[in-house]
């Protein structure tokens, strides 16, 4: 069974930094690709960024261009968002998604919550 | 970008009968080479996160019942539930992965 979980997510203030991790079990982590994708309170989806299996290409959205980085540990079935700069727009509900070998989401972690406050 | 557009941005349809949910696409998500929309459908139910209904603009995911049906192609676009039943009531989004990925803002989806 396809399984994703987040953590990482806190109450962090204004211009902090903060680390997402995303566990991956139940396929082979490798061969696909991931996105992170959030939802702030309320609102709608907002894809964020995304990897390939073997990281050799990497996008992010222009809200979070020079902020965030994606990265991820094949070895240990792991996908990251490093966030820095923290503002408090990136209040939101943050997901991983697999990316399906027909190349749509297929399968969504439950979330983790990051909240930017002073 | 691609900027996803959907109509209306909610809608109450009485159990039994037809909701339709539209999506405007502000560049076609048609992939020539292979004659793919990239279009897809998610339900996302309050508390929940995204679930996949509907890939390729009209191709059914494993598991979703045959009452949702997606049709259109290049920038046009529309989700059917042919009789909505209580637990259909959700907000629906399309989302295209043609170019990176971009949502459409969100259809509440109740009941009259």
């Known amino acids: 069974e396809v399984q994703l979980v987040e953590s990482g997510g806190d109450l962090v203030q204004p211009g902090g930094s903060l680390r997402l991790s995303c566990a991956a079990s139940g396929f082979i982590f490798s061969s696909y690709g991931m996105n992170w994708v959030r939802q702030a309170p309320g609102k709608g989806l907002e894809w964020v960024s995304h990897?390939?299996?073997?990281?050799?290409?990497?996008h992010y959205a222009d809200s979070v261009k020079g902020r965030f980085t994606i990265s991820r540990d094949n070895a240990k079935n792991s996908l990251f968002l490093q966030m820095n700069s923290l503002r408090n727009e990136d209040t939101a509900v943050y997901y991983c998604?697999?990316?399906?070998?027909?190349?749509?989401?297929?399968?969504w972690g439950q979330g983790t919550l990051v909240i930017v406050s002073s | 970008d691609i900027v996803m557009t959907q109509s209306p941005d909610s809608l109450a349809v009485s159990l039994g009968e037809r909701a339709t949910i539209n999506c405007k696409s502000s560049?076609?998500?048609?992939?020539?080479?292979?004659?793919?929309?990239?279009l897809a459908w998610f339900q996302q139910k309050p508390g929940q996160p995204p679930k996949l209904l509907i890939y390729w603009a009209s191709a059914r995911e494993s598991g979703v019942p045959d009452r949702f049906s997606g049709s259109g192609s290049g920038t046009d676009f529309t989700l059917t539930i042919s009789s909505l039943q209580a637990e259909d009531v959700a907000v629906y989004y399309c989302q295209q992965y043609y170019n990176s990925r971009t949502f459409g803002q969100g259809t509440k989806v109740e009941i009259k």
């Open positions: 998604a697999r990316v399906g070998e027909l190349l749509s989401d297929d399968y």
């Open positions: 990897i390939s299996g073997s990281s050799t290409t990497i």
């Open positions: 560049q076609s998500v048609l992939y020539s080479s292979n004659n793919k929309n990239y």
